[in-house]
């Protein structure tokens, strides 16, 4: 019966541990990169997403969204 209650205790420290363990990961988990096309996409991404999400914006918000001309530096910021 003793050996029993010592399983009991050995389980428990155990399963604290693994429970340490898998929220220490989510706490050193890299950061989602969002890249919007318009201000208000970003903010809507920024609100849900959090401190989760990185948010890039390729337009102003005084351009027209429909013709935001494509530019070379779009394409590292894509990527």
Not at 20 to 35: K, T
Request: aromatic share 8%.
């Amino acid at each position: 019966m003793k050996k029993l209650s010592c399983y009991k205790k050995l389980g428990v420290v155990v399963i604290f541990f693994v429970l340490a363990w898998l929220q220490s990961g989510l706490l050193f988990a890299q950061q989602i990169r969002v890249v919007a096309s318009w201000p208000a996409l970003a903010d809507i991404s920024r609100q849900i997403g959090k401190e989760l999400v990185n948010v890039d914006t390729l337009a102003t918000g005084v351009e027209d969204a429909h013709g935001v001309p494509m530019k070379p530096s779009f394409v590292p910021r894509l990527n």
